[in-house]
């Protein structure tokens, strides 16, 4: 068995048991809801900067299959939970938890009151940590979270962007309606493959572009609508993604996931802020003001949209968080303009905002849904 310790910049000590790779991982620990979609959650690029806590007591049960990975890597720093299933049972398994973060070069620590993390969390906000596998030194893993940067200064975006453009055509034959198939540039701030599949799937032609992409190299693709991806980080370091918003809104059809909502929120002169935890899980109830109806909804977000800075941006509040009230989605009153905080590409009711979101992508853009 191997000695493991999570330390966080407060002070608090946490000694278990280490798995996967021995080492040491750094970052702000966030809390996830979700019961299942480990494997998702393990490779959203999202999480690049973090480290990931489970709520749920055990992780592992079903193994890694590979199949529902969304991107080719782990991004979360490291994994804390209760329990890691040594013996996943599954038919698609082709291997454990253990050795899919041995693999990958990535420690966890199991044996963790997790419950008490969480309220401290909550209480306290998020607080940067250190989690050392293969040692049990408690002041060296304090030290490391102290002296660790804070995820407002990191720039992460850079490390899960593709590095070139590259064109994936839509589904031949599912494209819908009078008009062409449709083409859209997506900004790639580390997108995860569903929402690519998704839009694939409904026969749109794709061109993934780097972070760094210029307006006018976008207006060489002759885009029939942009896409603002999912990402790590704070939404205001994503300057070249909120410059290409300024220049196309209004010509075409725009609209983004997640960090994406809040770069298209910025882009139109509104605000951002860090939340006290964040919104992380497939449990977040979600509001349609306008169609009066509650979503169950899939989420992972540090940062929201200030609703009091909308004002003579000329978006307004479509999807409220029904826990806490947070802004969950804008819509724009006079443009083709929309963008959601949760994940509709996830299915988390199951399937319900799936439609919804990509449903309207299908719509501005000509087709049927």
């Given at each position: 068995?191997?000695?493991?310790?999570?330390?966080?910049?407060?002070?608090?000590?946490?000694?278990?048991?280490?798995?996967?790779?021995?080492?040491?991982?750094?970052g702000e620990l966030v809390?996830?809801?979700?019961?299942?979609?480990?494997?998702?959650?393990?490779?959203?690029?999202?999480?690049?900067?973090?480290?990931?806590?489970?709520?749920?007591?055990?992780?592992?049960?079903?193994?890694?299959?590979?199949?529902?990975?969304?991107?080719?890597?782990?991004?979360?720093?490291?994994?804390?939970?209760?329990?890691?299933?040594?013996?996943?049972?599954?038919?698609?398994?082709?291997?454990?938890?253990?050795?899919?973060?041995?693999?990958?070069?990535?420690?966890?620590?199991?044996?963790?009151?997790?419950?008490?993390?969480?309220?401290?969390?909550?209480?306290?906000?998020?607080?940067?940590?250190?989690?050392?596998?293969?040692?049990?030194?408690?002041?060296?893993?304090?030290?490391?979270?102290?002296?660790?940067?804070?995820?407002?200064?990191?720039?992460?975006?850079?490390?899960?962007?593709?590095?070139?453009?590259?064109?994936?055509?839509?589904?031949?034959?599912?494209?819908?309606?009078?008009?062409?198939?449709?083409?859209?540039?997506?900004?790639?701030?580390?997108?995860?493959?569903?929402?690519?599949?998704?839009?694939?799937?409904?026969?749109?032609?794709?061109?993934?572009?780097?972070?760094?992409?210029?307006?006018?190299?976008?207006?060489?693709?002759e885009p029939d609508l942009?896409?603002?991806?999912?990402?790590?980080?704070?939404?205001?370091?994503?300057?070249?993604?909120?410059?290409?918003?300024?220049?196309?809104?209004?010509?075409?059809?725009?609209?983004?996931?997640?960090?994406?909502?809040?770069?298209?929120?910025?882009?139109?002169?509104?605000?951002?802020?860090?939340?006290?935890?964040?919104?992380?899980?497939?449990?977040?109830?979600?509001?349609?003001?306008?169609?009066?109806?509650?979503?169950?909804?899939?989420?992972?977000?540090?940062?929201?949209?200030?609703?009091?800075?909308?004002?003579?941006?000329?978006?307004?509040?479509?999807?409220?968080?029904?826990?806490?009230?947070?802004?969950?989605?804008?819509?724009?009153?006079?443009?083709?303009?929309?963008?959601?905080?949760?994940?509709p590409e996830a299915q988390?009711?199951?399937?319900?905002?799936?439609?919804?979101?990509?449903?309207?992508?299908?719509?501005?853009?000509?087709?049927?849904?």
């Amino acid at each position: 068995m191997m000695k493991a310790v999570l330390g966080l910049e407060d002070g608090t000590v946490i000694k278990g048991t280490g798995f996967g790779a021995e080492g040491t991982a750094c970052g702000e620990l966030v809390f996830t809801t979700q019961f299942t979609g480990y494997e998702e959650a393990l490779t959203d690029p999202s999480y690049k900067g973090q480290i990931l806590m489970f709520t749920y007591p055990l992780i592992g049960n079903y193994g890694v299959s590979g199949e529902r990975a969304q991107s080719d890597n782990m991004h979360a720093e490291g994994l804390v939970v209760r329990e890691a299933c040594k013996k996943p049972y599954h038919y698609k398994s082709s291997r454990s938890i253990h050795k899919f973060l041995e693999d990958e070069g990535k420690p966890g620590i199991e044996g963790v009151d997790t419950r008490m993390l969480t309220i401290r969390a909550r209480e306290h906000g998020t607080m940067r940590a250190a989690l050392i596998a293969g040692s049990d030194d408690g002041e060296e893993a304090v030290d490391i979270a102290r002296n660790s940067p804070q995820l407002t200064d990191e720039e992460l975006i850079s490390l899960v962007t593709c590095k070139e453009p590259y064109f994936i055509p839509g589904a031949e034959g599912a494209w819908k309606g009078s008009s062409k198939r449709k083409h859209a540039v997506i900004v790639d701030l580390g997108i995860k493959r569903n929402i690519i599949n998704n839009l694939h799937k409904r026969g749109i032609d794709l061109t993934l572009v780097p972070a760094t992409i210029k307006p006018s190299e976008i207006a060489n693709y002759e885009p029939d609508l942009l896409f603002i991806s999912n990402g790590p980080g704070d939404p205001e370091k994503a300057t070249d993604a909120i410059n290409a918003v300024k220049a196309f809104a209004g010509t075409i059809p725009v609209c983004g996931i997640c960090f994406g909502h809040q770069i298209i929120s910025l882009a139109m002169g509104a605000k951002t802020y860090k939340l006290k935890f964040g919104h992380r899980g497939g449990n977040q109830p979600v509001k349609d003001l306008i169609e009066n109806k509650i979503f169950i909804t899939s989420q992972n977000h540090g940062y929201a949209v200030d609703a009091d800075s909308l004002d003579g941006t000329g978006l307004y509040v479509k999807y409220l968080n029904a826990n806490d009230k947070t802004v969950e989605g804008v819509s724009h009153k006079d443009l083709d303009i929309f963008s959601v905080q949760f994940h509709p590409e996830a299915q988390a009711g199951p399937m319900d905002t799936e439609e919804t979101f990509f449903g309207k992508v299908v719509k501005v853009l000509g087709g049927e849904i």
